[in-house]
C-alpha cells in the first residue's frame, strides 16, 4: 500500500503572508488536507524580558503596553500590580474603580478589533469596517482621556495618570451607546449568515479537558462552559469587580456541551462584550471622589526593597501574568518574566489543524483571538 | 417582488444618493485641515527655556533616551541647551510628568516628518519655537 506522506508537500504559512504579520506555521498537506501543523514563534521577538530589567518601575509599564497595543490598558497591569506588591504601595479607592473601568473599555476596543479581523479573515469585508467604527469611539475616549489612541500610558504604580474629565465620560458613554445600538444588529447578520456558519461550525473544535491541559484561557475555554475568570476566582485588591454585579460570561452549546468550535468562541465573545458594558455602566456612578495617584508611591518607586511578587489580570485573550524580581534598594528589576496568554492558544494548533482543509487553517488560528506579541515577548 | 416595492426601493436609494451628494465627507482635506485634537494630546514638546534649571529630570526619567542636555554649549551657558531626537521619542509624557518648573510641555502638533534623519532631531532653537500655530494653520477650510 502506498504511503499517503509520500506525496505531502509542506507549505509555509507567513511569515510574509498578510494574515500572518510576525508569525510562521509550517503546514504538511496532501491534497486539500492538513496532516501536519508546526506552529513556529520567534518572529516577533523584540526581548522585552529583557528590556524591562534594563528599565527603572516607572518606566517599565510602557514596555508592557507594547506588547499588546489593543489592550494596553490591561497590559500594563502586572507590572504595575507586582512593583505595587513589592514596594507596599496602597492604592486610593478612586485609582482602582478607574483603572477597572478603563480595563473593560480596553477589553471591548480589543475585541471589536478581533471580531472585524476574524470576519474579514473568512471574506466578509463588510463587516470589518462596521465594528472597527464603533472602535473608533473608543479610541477618542481614550485620547480624550490620555492624550494618545493606542499608547496610553495610563497606570503607573500608585495609581492612574489622569483624572477623568466630563468631556471624557461623555465620549464614553458615547461609544457604549453606539455599541448597544449597533452591536445586536450586526451579531444577529453575522451569527445567522449562511456563510459565516458553514466557515465555521464544527471547525477547530477542542473539549475541555483537552484545553485546560494545553494551558488556554479566557473566552476561549470559557466557551467550553469552564467559568474559569480571574476577575471572579482570585479578584485583585488593586481592582473592583466586585463592587458590581455580574456572572461569569459562558456560553454552552446544546449540540455538544463541554466542547467549542470556532462560531461558539466567536458568541463567546460577544457575552463577553455584554459583560463588560454592564459592569461599566454599573461601575461609572460609584466613583468616589478623591486623590488619583498616592502621593508617598513617588519615593517609593525609586528604590524597591529586595522581594518578588506576582502580577496578573484576567485579559481580553486570556490570563496575563508577570513575575517579577528585585534585589535590595534596586532601580531596575532582576528579573521579569511575562506570561501572555497566547503562547498556549498558539501552539495547540499542533493539536487542532490537522485533519482539516487549508482553507480552515486560517479559521482555526483566528478563532483563538491570536495576537503575537503575547507569544513573542 | 412587485412592481411598486421595486420602485420604492429604487426611490429610497435615490433618497441616499442625494443625502450624500449636499453632506460634507467624512474625511478630511488633510494638509489643509485636520481635525480637532483634545487638551492632553501628546504631541512635539515645546521648551520654555526661562523656566528651565537644567536639573535633567526629564533626561533621567525618558526610557528611549531621546532627551540631551548640552552642559558645554556656549552659546546657552546660563540656561539649558536641550536637543530631543524625535526618531527616538515614544510620546510616553514621562518628562512632562517629571518637570517640576513647568519648562517642558506637549503640544497638539502630532504631525512631525522631515527629509532627513538629522532634521528630526530637534535643536535648542527647534525646540523653544513652534514652527508653526496647530489651531490657525488648521483652520482653513476648502469644503
Known amino acids: 500500500m502506498k504511503d499517503v506522506l509520500e506525496e505531502a508537500t509542506e507549505i509555509w504559512f507567513g511569515p510574509q503572508h498578510v494574515s500572518a504579520h510576525g508569525w510562521a506555521a509550517k503546514l504538511t498537506l496532501v491534497g486539500d488536507y492538513i496532516v501536519e501543523c508546526d506552529p ?15 528599565r527603572d518601575f516607572r518606566q517599565g509599564a510602557l514596555i508592557m503596553e507594547r506588547l499588546c497595543m489593543l489592550e494596553a490598558f490591561l497590559a500594563e497591569y502586572p507590572y504595575v500590580s507586582a512593583v505595587e506588591k513589592i514596594a507596599g504601595i496602597d492604592v486610593p479607592d478612586r485609582a482602582k474603580i478607574m483603572r477597572t473601568i478603563m480595563m473593560e473599555a480596553s477589553r471591548i476596543h480589543s475585541l471589536q478589533f478581533w471580531w472585524g479581523q476574524f470576519a474579514a479573515e473568512l471574506g466578509l469585508f ?24 493606542h499608547a496610553v500610558s495610563y497606570n503607573t504604580p500608585g495609581g492612574v495618570k489622569y483624572d477623568f474629565t466630563d468631556k471624557f465620560l461623555s465620549k464614553l458613554d458615547r461609544a457604549i451607546q453606539r455599541l448597544e445600538e449597533r452591536m445586536p444588529k450586526f451579531r444577529d447578520m453575522l451569527l445567522r449568515s449562511p456563510t459565516f456558519k458553514v466557515r465555521t461550525k464544527g471547525i477547530g473544535r477542542f473539549d475541555a479537558n483537552q484545553g485546560l491541559r494545553w494551558g488556554i484561557s479566557g473566552p476561549n475555554i470559557r466557551a467550553c462552559g469552564v467559568p474559569m475568570d480571574l476577575r471572579k476566582d482570585s479578584p485583585d485588591e488593586n481592582l473592583t ?22 462560531y461558539d468562541r466567536m458568541v463567546q465573545r460577544f457575552l463577553e462584550i455584554e459583560t463588560s458594558v454592564d459592569i461599566i455602566r454599573q461601575l461609572l456612578p460609584q466613583v468616589p471622589e478623591g486623590e488619583i495617584y498616592e502621593r508617598k508611591a513617588r519615593g517609593k518607586v525609586n528604590r524597591l526593597p529586595e522581594g518578588e511578587a506576582y502580577g496578573r489580570v484576567e485579559g481580553t485573550r486570556g490570563v496575563t501574568s508577570l513575575y517579577l524580581r528585585t534585589m535590595d534598594k534596586a532601580q531596575t528589576p532582576y528579573r521579569a518574566k511575562i506570561r501572555g496568554p497566547c503562547f498556549n492558544s498558539y501552539y495547540s494548533l499542533k493539536h487542532l489543524v490537522p485533519g482539516n482543509k487549508f482553507a480552515d487553517f486560517i479559521v482555526i488560528f483566528g478563532s483563538l483571538d491570536p495576537y503575537p506579541g503575547w507569544w513573542d515577548r | 417582488m412587485g412592481f411598486f416595492s ?30 480637532e485634537y ?6 512635539r514638546h515645546i521648551h520654555v527655556r526661562e523656566n528651565c534649571t537644567a536639573c535633567k529630570q526629564c533626561v ?18 546660563k540656561d539649558a541647551a536641550l536637543y530631543f531626537d524625535y526618531t527616538r521619542c515614544i510620546f510616553c509624557g514621562l518628562c512632562v510628568q ?34 508653526r500655530e496647530p489651531l490657525e494653520w488648521r483652520g482653513r477650510r476648502f469644503r
Open chain 1, 40 to 54: 513556529n514563534a520567534g518572529y516577533f521577538h523584540r526581548s522585552a524580558e529583557k528590556c524591562l530589567e534594563f
Open chain 1, 126 to 149: 463588510t463587516m470589518l469596517l462596521w465594528p472597527w467604527v464603533d472602535r473608533e469611539f473608543f479610541l477618542d475616549a481614550f485620547e480624550e482621556l490620555t492624550g494618545s489612541r
Open chain 1, 241 to 262: 469587580y466586585d463592587m458590581a454585579d455580574w456572572e461569569v460570561p459562558t456560553y454552552t452549546n446544546e449540540d455538544h456541551p463541554g466542547e467549542s468550535d470556532a
Open chain 2, 6 to 35: 421595486t420602485l420604492g426601493d429604487i426611490f429610497r436609494i435615490l433618497r441616499h444618493v442625494f443625502r450624500q451628494i449636499f453632506k460634507r465627507p467624512f474625511t478630511y482635506f488633510y494638509p489643509f485641515e485636520d481635525r
Open chain 2, 38 to 43: 483634545p487638551e492632553r494630546t501628546r504631541g
Open chain 2, 60 to 77: 533621567r526619567v525618558c526610557p528611549v533616551v531621546a532627551i540631551r542636555i548640552d552642559v558645554m554649549d556656549q552659546k546657552y551657558n
Open chain 2, 98 to 131: 517629571a518637570c517640576r518648573f513647568n519648562a517642558l510641555y506637549h503640544t497638539k502638533v502630532v504631525d512631525i516628518s522631515a527629509e532627513n534623519r538629522e532634521d528630526l532631531i530637534y535643536g535648542p532653537d527647534e525646540i523653544t519655537t513652534l514652527d
